[in-house]
C-alpha cells in the first residue's frame, strides 16, 4: 500500500474534509459511474442516505450542499467556492439538479437527501448509499461510499477488504511504522524527508514534486491572507463573530511591542491558524492537512518557520511537506485521520504530530528527533474528543487549531533539546490513539451529541 504526500495534502473546499470534501467526492464518482455505464440518460431520480456522523452532524458540516455540488458534476479542486450558495440556492428552489451538467431531473431535498441520525453502516461511521432510479421506479444502481477521514473515499468492496488505498506502486523505501522509518534513515544515512522524495519519484519528477508542494504551500499562504481579510459572521446560526481580520490589524499596528514581548510570535501563530480555519468554516478553499477540521496547524507552523526562522526557504518548505506527509502516512495506515472514528485526536492529534516532526527536520533536527517530536505533538493530545457545537467545525474547533499549532512548535524545539532517545515510541502513541478511539464513547466521534455540543446553550 503507497500513499503519495499529495494524498495527505490536497486543496479542497471547507468546512468538512470527511463531511464536505469526502461527500462531494463520492457524488461526482457515482455519477461518473452513471456515465460510464451509459445509464445516465435513463436517470429520473437520485436518492442519497447519509449515516452515522454524516447524518449526525452533516447540515452543520455542509454534507448536504457537498452531495449536490457533486452529482452537479462539481469537483472539490476546481469549484468556484464564490459561487457556491447561489448554484444551491437554485437548486432547492427549482427542485431539479441537473447530473454532471448533462442529464436533468427532478430532487425534492426533503425526499431523495435523507440523513440518518442514529443509523450507521457496518464498516465505517461516514457511510453513505446512492441509489439512481428510471422513471418507472426501477433502480439502475445502487452504491455505498464511506469517507474515511482527510478526504479519502472507498466504496464498500474495497472497505470491507481493508484496503485503505489501492495503489500498490513499489516503493524504493517502503515502511509500514515510525521504527521501520528510521531504520531507513539510519541504514541509508537519510532524513526521513529523503526517504519520502525517493518515494514520491515513483510517481512524479522531483521538479514536479517540489512544484506541487510549492503550489500547495501558495494555496495555504492564499487561504491565510483572504482569512485575514475577512470580517462578519460565521455561517450556521452560532453566530460566532470572526477574529483572524482584527488580530491581523492590532499586531501589524504594534512593531514596537512585539519587540518587547518575544511571545507576540506566538500571537502571530495562532492568528495564522485562526485565519485558517474561519475560511474553513465558511466554506472556502483550503488544504487537508490532513483533514479540514485541522487545516490550520500546518500552514500556521509553516509560517512561523517562513517567517521566523532565519534561513527559512523553498527548499525547507518541501522538506517540511515530505517529513509531515512520512507521519502522517503513519497515522493513517495504523490508526485513523477521522474524527468520527476516533475522535479530534485523530485530526488535531495527527496535524499536530505532523507539523511538530517536520518542523523538528527543518530546524536541524535528525530523524530520532523528528520523530520525538511527533511522538510528543501526538501524545499530549491523546483523548481529544470531538464535540462540535451545532455540529458546526467551528467551536471549539477553531481554537483548537490555534492550540495545537503552539504545542506542535513546543513539541519540536523539546525533541531538539534532547539526542532523540525518548520513552515512548511514534508507533506506541499512535497505536495507544488507535484503542483510545475504539474505547471512546461514540457520543464523543463528530456526533454532537457529547461534551461541549450538549453543555453550551445555543442562542
Same mark, same amino acid.
Given at each position: 500500500?503507497?500513499?503519495?504526500?499529495?494524498?495527505?495534502?490536497?486543496?479542497?473546499?471547507?468546512?468538512?474534509?470527511?463531511?464536505?470534501?469526502? *461527500?462531494?467526492?463520492?457524488?461526482?464518482?457515482?455519477?461518473?459511474?452513471?456515465?460510464?455505464?451509459?445509464?445516465?440518460?435513463?436517470?429520473?431520480?437520485?436518492?442519497?442516505?447519509?449515516?452515522?456522523?454524516?447524518?449526525?452532524?452533516?447540515?452543520?458540516?455542509?454534507?448536504?450542499?457537498?452531495?449536490?455540488?457533486?452529482?452537479?458534476?462539481?469537483?472539490?479542486?476546481?469549484?468556484?467556492?464564490?459561487?457556491?450558495?447561489?448554484?444551491?440556492?437554485?437548486?432547492?428552489?427549482?427542485?431539479?439538479?441537473?447530473?454532471?451538467?448533462?442529464?436533468?431531473?427532478?430532487?425534492?431535498?426533503?425526499?431523495?437527501?435523507?440523513?440518518?441520525?442514529?443509523?450507521?453502516?457496518?464498516?465505517? %461511521? $461516514?457511510?453513505?448509499?446512492?441509489?439512481?432510479? @428510471?422513471?418507472?421506479?426501477?433502480?439502475?444502481?445502487?452504491?455505498?461510499?464511506?469517507?474515511?477521514?482527510?478526504?479519502?473515499?472507498?466504496?464498500?468492496?474495497?472497505? %470491507?477488504?481493508?484496503?485503505?488505498?489501492?495503489?500498490?506502486?513499489?516503493?524504493?523505501?517502503?515502511?509500514? @511504522?515510525? +521504527? #521501520?522509518?528510521?531504520?531507513?534513515?539510519?541504514?541509508?544515512?537519510?532524513?526521513?524527508?529523503? =526517504?519520502?522524495? +525517493?518515494?514520491?519519484?515513483?510517481?512524479?519528477?522531483?521538479?514536479?514534486?517540489?512544484?506541487?508542494?510549492?503550489?500547495?504551500?501558495?494555496?495555504?499562504?492564499?487561504?491565510?491572507?483572504?482569512?485575514?481579510?475577512?470580517?462578519?459572521?460565521?455561517?450556521?446560526? &452560532?453566530?460566532?463573530?470572526?477574529?483572524?481580520?482584527?488580530?491581523?490589524?492590532? &499586531?501589524?499596528?504594534?512593531?514596537?511591542? $512585539?519587540?518587547?514581548? *518575544?511571545?507576540?510570535?506566538?500571537?502571530?501563530?495562532?492568528?495564522?491558524? &485562526?485565519? =485558517?480555519?474561519?475560511?474553513?468554516?465558511?466554506?472556502?478553499?483550503?488544504?487537508?492537512?490532513?483533514?479540514?477540521?485541522?487545516?490550520?496547524?500546518?500552514?500556521?507552523?509553516?509560517?512561523?518557520?517562513?517567517?521566523?526562522?532565519?534561513?527559512?526557504?523553498?527548499?525547507?518548505?518541501?522538506?517540511?511537506?515530505?517529513?509531515?506527509?512520512?507521519?502522517?502516512?503513519?497515522?493513517?495506515?495504523?490508526?485513523?485521520?477521522?474524527?468520527?472514528?476516533?475522535?479530534?485526536?485523530?485530526?488535531?492529534?495527527?496535524?499536530?504530530?505532523?507539523?511538530?516532526?517536520?518542523?523538528?527536520?527543518?530546524?536541524?533536527?535528525?530523524?530520532?528527533?523528528?520523530?520525538?517530536?511527533? #511522538?510528543?505533538?501526538?501524545?499530549?493530545?491523546?483523548?481529544?474528543?470531538?464535540? *462540535?457545537?451545532?455540529?458546526? =467545525?467551528?467551536?471549539?474547533?477553531?481554537?483548537?487549531?490555534?492550540?495545537?499549532?503552539?504545542?506542535?512548535? $513546543?513539541?519540536?524545539? &523539546?525533541?531538539?533539546?534532547?539526542?532523540?532517545?525518548?520513552?515512548?515510541?511514534?508507533?506506541?502513541?499512535?497505536?495507544?490513539?488507535?484503542?483510545?478511539?475504539?474505547?471512546?464513547?461514540?457520543?464523543?466521534?463528530?456526533?454532537?451529541?457529547?461534551?461541549?455540543? =450538549?453543555?453550551?446553550?445555543?442562542?
Amino acid at each position: 500500500m503507497a500513499i503519495s504526500v499529495f494524498e495527505i495534502f490536497t486543496i479542497g473546499i471547507g468546512p468538512s474534509s470527511s463531511h464536505t470534501i469526502g *461527500p462531494m467526492r463520492a457524488a461526482s464518482w457515482f455519477v461518473e459511474e452513471l456515465s460510464g455505464g451509459r445509464e445516465l440518460v435513463e436517470v429520473a431520480r437520485v436518492k442519497v442516505d447519509l449515516y452515522g456522523s454524516l447524518g449526525a452532524t452533516g447540515k452543520g458540516h455542509g454534507s448536504d450542499k457537498a452531495v449536490l455540488l457533486g452529482l452537479e458534476g462539481a469537483t472539490v479542486e476546481t469549484v468556484d467556492v464564490d459561487t457556491v450558495d447561489e448554484r444551491i440556492e437554485r437548486v432547492r428552489e427549482t427542485k431539479r439538479l441537473s447530473l454532471k451538467g448533462r442529464q436533468e431531473i427532478k430532487f425534492d431535498e426533503s425526499r431523495d437527501l435523507v440523513m440518518h441520525r442514529r443509523k450507521t453502516l457496518s464498516h465505517h %461511521s $461516514n457511510g453513505m448509499r446512492f441509489t439512481a432510479f @428510471s422513471a418507472d421506479g426501477s433502480e439502475l444502481l445502487n452504491r455505498v461510499y464511506y469517507s474515511v477521514g482527510g478526504g479519502f473515499v472507498l466504496d464498500e468492496e474495497a472497505l %470491507s477488504a481493508n484496503r485503505i488505498v489501492e495503489d500498490t506502486t513499489v516503493l524504493p523505501y517502503p515502511f509500514d @511504522s515510525g +521504527e #521501520e522509518l528510521l531504520a531507513l534513515c539510519k541504514s541509508n544515512n537519510m532524513s526521513i524527508s529523503d =526517504v519520502m522524495l +525517493e518515494n514520491e519519484k515513483c510517481w512524479r519528477t522531483e521538479e514536479e514534486i517540489r512544484s506541487g508542494l510549492l503550489h500547495i504551500w501558495e494555496a495555504m499562504r492564499a487561504c491565510v491572507k483572504r482569512g485575514c481579510e475577512q470580517t462578519g459572521t460565521l455561517p450556521g446560526g &452560532l453566530k460566532v463573530k470572526r477574529r483572524a481580520a482584527c488580530l491581523y490589524d492590532e &499586531l501589524k499596528s504594534q512593531p514596537e511591542a $512585539n519587540m518587547r514581548d *518575544p511571545l507576540s510570535i506566538l500571537d502571530w501563530v495562532s492568528l495564522y491558524a &485562526l485565519a =485558517v480555519n474561519e475560511e474553513n468554516a465558511a466554506g472556502g478553499r483550503v488544504v487537508t492537512a490532513p483533514t479540514n477540521g485541522a487545516a490550520g496547524i500546518i500552514p500556521a507552523v509553516l509560517h512561523y518557520y517562513n517567517n521566523f526562522v532565519p534561513g527559512a526557504n523553498d527548499d525547507g518548505i518541501v522538506r517540511f511537506f515530505l517529513t509531515a506527509a512520512a507521519v502522517g502516512i503513519l497515522f493513517k495506515k495504523n490508526a485513523s485521520i477521522s474524527g468520527a472514528e476516533v475522535g479530534c485526536q485523530g485530526e488535531v492529534g495527527s496535524a499536530c504530530s505532523m507539523a511538530a516532526g517536520a518542523l523538528a527536520e527543518v530546524l536541524g533536527g535528525s530523524a530520532m528527533q523528528a520523530e520525538n517530536a511527533a #511522538e510528543i505533538g501526538m501524545e499530549h493530545n491523546l483523548g481529544l474528543t470531538c464535540d *462540535p457545537i451545532g455540529g458546526l =467545525v467551528q467551536v471549539p474547533c477553531i481554537e483548537r487549531n490555534a492550540m495545537a499549532s503552539i504545542k506542535a512548535i $513546543n513539541a519540536a524545539r &523539546l525533541a531538539l533539546r534532547g539526542n532523540g532517545d525518548h520513552f515512548v515510541s511514534l508507533d506506541k502513541v499512535i497505536k495507544t490513539m488507535r484503542d483510545t478511539g475504539a474505547d471512546m464513547k461514540t457520543k464523543y466521534k463528530e456526533t454532537s451529541r457529547g461534551g461541549l455540543a =450538549v453543555n453550551v446553550i445555543e442562542c
